[in-house]
């Protein structure tokens, strides 16, 4: 079975500071992906990337960055000079090849105060 | 290009009653997955529907059901609703069974 944690609850940090958000992932399978979405208080998930099991590059997009390790199991996500529009509830998740489903951590609230 | 649309936005039930959610998929995606998100948690997989077959199913109760027409978009019923429903259900389309996802903005049901 495939299992996704974010043992990151709640974040509330100062404007423009860093923040990383943890996630670790728990699967068998060699081939998989993992994503990063961000949920905003209306409800719908944006996507933010995905990855794939053979592509340890890190990937820098604007302010966001993601560094995932396979040594460790882990995908973490790096904003950059967080700003307010940056509150949201992010989430990991995993999908195995071949599955039908999305694995999902339980999430992580961010709050960027100004 | 429309996203992922999903009706109605909320909705409030009462224990016992038959609901149906719908959602279209962005246009030319063939893959229909059903999600539940109770409040505080990440969203559980329902069902995923490909070509109007269903092509998986999480670990739901028999009240819950889906299907997919042939112009894609879904529905999804659940039957004999309960307190315990009451979550954000979310639709997300992909253009084939394993790829990326696209969600919708989501139904609100809040069974009372």
């Known amino acids: 079975a495939q299992k996704v944690t974010q043992a990151q609850t709640e974040i509330s940090v100062v404007e423009k500071e860093d923040v990383t958000l943890d996630c670790v992932y728990e699967t068998r399978d060699t081939t998989y992906y993992l994503f990063w979405y961000k949920q905003p208080p209306s409800g719908e998930l944006v996507f933010l990337i995905r990855r794939n099991s053979f592509d340890e590059q890190n990937e820098i997009s604007g302010r966001y960055s993601w560094n995932f390790q396979k040594s460790t199991s882990s995908f973490n996500f790096t904003i950059t000079a967080s700003q307010v529009v940056d509150s949201a509830v992010y989430f990991c998740a995993l999908i195995i090849q071949g599955a039908q489903k999305l694995v999902f951590g339980q999430g992580t609230r961010l709050t960027i105060n100004p | 290009d429309a996203g992922v649309t999903q009706s109605p936005t909320h909705l409030i039930k009462t224990r016992g009653q038959q609901v149906t959610l719908r959602c279209s998929p962005i246009s030319g995606h063939k893959s229909v997955s059903w999600y539940q998100q109770v409040l505080g948690q990440g969203p559980q997989f329902i069902f995923q529907?490909?070509?109007?077959?269903?092509?998986g199913r999480g670990n739901f109760p028999d009240r819950f059901s889906a299907r997919q027409f042939p112009n894609y978009s879904s529905e999804l019923n659940v039957n004999a609703l309960l307190l315990g429903d009451s979550a954000l259900y979310l639709c997300?389309?992909?253009?084939?069974?394993?790829?990326?996802?696209?969600f919708g903005s989501g139904t609100r049901l809040t069974v009372v």
């Open positions: 997300a389309s992909s253009l084939v069974v394993w790829g990326g996802y696209t």
């Open positions: 529907y490909y070509e109007k077959e269903e092509r």
